[in-house]
T-cell receptor, first 111, second 117 residues
Framework: QKEVEQNSGPLSVPEGAIASLNCTYS??????FFWYRQYSGKSPELIMF????GDKEDGRFTAQLNKASQYVSLLIRDSQPSDSATYLC???????????FGKGITLSVRP | NAGVTQTPKFRILKIGQSMTLQCTQD?????MYWYRQDPGMGLKLIYY???????DKGEVPNGYNVSRSTTEDFPLRLELAAPSQTSVYFC????????????????FGEGSRLTVL
């Protein structure tokens, strides 16, 4: 069973702080990694993807990947109340573009 | 361009009843998926399809069936509904080719909230 684990939440940070969301995966052969954001009562939407070890930045978001440690993280800089949502880590299982999702972590940004 | 459309948005079923969740996409995507999401949980893959006429089981297929007769439509059939099938169901699509790198960008419908009593 290929697993994707996210540390239990919820996570609460003050406005303007850095939020750090972490994810580990069990399949060492995984190649592609994704972060989805899901607002309450809404469907998930892709915010970041990363394929290579290291950091990938997109605006206030940075995805970090360490394949040796089987670890992927998402940093949100200058957190805003509008970032309050559940963040789902997803890993490509390698066959037919199927994604395995973690349980998600709920982020709350306090004004 | 409507994207991925799911119907119905809400439904209450009695134990043992059957129903079909409809999903249609107008983006000409060849890959389509059905996920379920239970409270506080991530998405679990039920069934998927890589093109018309091709379907395969995901992680949690028991109690469900699918068909893919056209590129646009991917209905999910629940036979003999059970309380364990109470969940939010998401249909998603992706434009991809077999063997191509996965961009991971799934386009989701708005979800169908199903309650089985």
């Amino acid at each position: 069973q290929k697993e994707v684990e996210q540390n239990s939440g919820p996570l609460s940070v003050p406005e303007g702080a850095i939020a750090s969301l972490n994810c580990t995966y069990s399949d060492r052969g995984s190649q592609s990694f994704f972060w989805y954001r899901q607002y309450s009562g809404k469907s998930p939407e892709l915010i970041m993807f990363i394929y290579s070890n290291g950091d990938k930045e997109d605006g206030r978001f940075t995805a970090q990947l360490n394949k040796a440690s089987q670890y992927v993280s998402l940093l949100i800089r200058d957190s805003q109340p509008s970032d309050s949502a559940t963040y789902l880590c997803a890993v490509d299982t390698g066959a037919n573009s199927k994604l395995t999702f973690g349980k998600g972590i709920t982020l709350s940004v306090r004004p | 361009n409507a994207g991925v459309t799911q119907t119905p948005k809400f439904r209450i079923l009695k134990i043992g009843q059957s129903m079909t969740l409809q999903c249609t996409q107008d983006m000409n995507h060849n890959y389509m998926y059905w996920y379920r999401q239970d409270p506080g949980m991530g998405l679990k893959l039920i069934y998927y399809s890589v093109g018309a006429g091709i379907t395969d089981k995901g992680e949690v297929p028991n109690g469900y069936n699918v068909s893919r007769s056209t590129t646009e439509d991917f209905p999910l059939r629940l036979e003999l509904a059970a309380p364990s099938q109470t969940s939010v169901y998401f249909c998603a699509s992706q434009k991809n080719s077999i063997g191509a790198a996965n961009t991971g960008e799934l386009f989701f419908g708005e979800g169908s909230r199903l309650t089985v009593l």
